[in-house]
Nanobody, 121 residues
């Protein structure tokens, strides 16, 4: 089993910055792609950014140029640096990891517990 632990959420003013972290722990797995999703009240969950083991990134159009996703493979940790934050960025942010189970011989998706990000003056 893989557990994802998030940190870094909170309250920030418009135009401010915040960095989210998500560390994967467990045994008998290999982390492949990782990413961040978010869900605002009354809205569908949407993909924010993804990153492969090799560092290739993809971003939602709404955050492109403002957010940066990165990872440290040695620490099994993914980060989301959020700059120029807008009220529209307010949502619960979820960490996601695609992990290959050595025992089962297949890939599973794992999710963090979610962390609240609120952008308000």
């Amino acid at each position: 089993q893989v557990q994802l632990v998030e940190s870094g959420g909170g309250l920030v003013q418009p135009g401010g910055s915040l960095r989210l972290s998500c560390a994967a722990s467990g045994s008998g797995f290999r982390i492949n792609a990782m990413g961040w999703y978010r869900q605002a009240p009354g809205k569908q969950r949407e993909l924010v950014a993804t990153i492969t083991r090799g560092g290739s990134t993809r971003y939602a159009d709404s955050v492109k140029g403002r957010f940066t996703i990165s990872r440290d493979n040695a620490k099994n940790t993914v980060y989301l640096q959020m700059n120029s934050l807008k009220p529209e960025d307010t949502a619960v942010y979820y960490c996601n990891a695609a992990a290959f189970s050595i025992v089962a011989g297949r890939e599973y998706d794992y999710w963090g517990q979610g962390t609240q990000v609120t952008v308000s003056s």
